[in-house]
Nanobody, 119 residues
């Protein structure tokens, strides 16, 4: 099992920036990908971005491309989500997740951090 703890959420005006952090502990050697997901009120959880742990390969949802950047600090077992030019529609609870090499599914999740963007 991998334990994940997010931090860095908050309230920001449209056009502003925030950086989310996700610290991983436990069976970190088993991680295949780290991902960020978000869930807005009344909506399904959706994919935001992911990073392959072995080589840093990244993927983004079209809605955040060119505005959000996922990165990592291997020494700290931490993944970041830099969010620039935030929009009110980015308001959601953001979750960090880790997929396991054996299952290739996101089976470890953090507790979530609230991001609110005012217009």
């Amino acid at each position: 099992q991998v334990e994940l703890v997010e931090s860095g959420g908050g309230l920001v005006q449209a056009g502003g920036s925030l950086r989310l952090s996700c610290a991983a502990s436990g069976r970190t050697f088993s991680i295949h990908r780290m991902g960020w997901f978000r869930q807005a009120p009344g909506k399904e959880r959706e994919f935001v971005a992911s990073l392959r742990w072995s080589d840093g390969n990244t993927n983004y949802a079209d809605s955040v491309k060119d505005r959000f950047t996922i990165s990592r600090d291997n020494a700290k077992n931490t993944v970041y989500l830099q969010m620039n030019n935030l929009k009110p529609e980015d308001t959601a609870v953001y979750y960090c997740a880790a997929s396991d090499r054996a299952t290739m599914t996101y089976d470890s999740w953090g507790q979530g951090t609230q991001v609110s963007v005012s217009s």
